[in-house]
């Protein structure tokens, strides 16, 4: 999944390679975080949350049964 949110994050900036996605597990969760050049930011929102919406759609549908997954973006 991160490598999914990672290929997704830098295939809509202009700065790809500032675009870094950590990994954090605990228990039945786990949490991505992106991390974007500032200039980037509104690309990855989209308008009114629609990019970041559908990233969040995407990780939610490939996520484990047992897993909860949560994908933050990361100022």
Request: proline share 1%; no cysteine; aromatic share 2%.
């Amino acid at each position: 999944m991160k490598e999914l949110v990672e290929l997704l994050a830098r295939s809509l900036v202009d700065h790809a390679d500032d675009v870094h996605v950590r990994k954090e597990e605990t228990g039945d969760t786990i949490l991505l975080e992106i991390t974007v050049n500032k200039e980037d930011l509104g690309k990855i929102i989209g308008r009114k949350g629609r990019v970041i919406k559908a990233i969040r759609t995407l990780v939610w549908a490939s996520a484990p049964v047992d897993k909860r997954v949560l994908v933050e973006l990361a100022e």
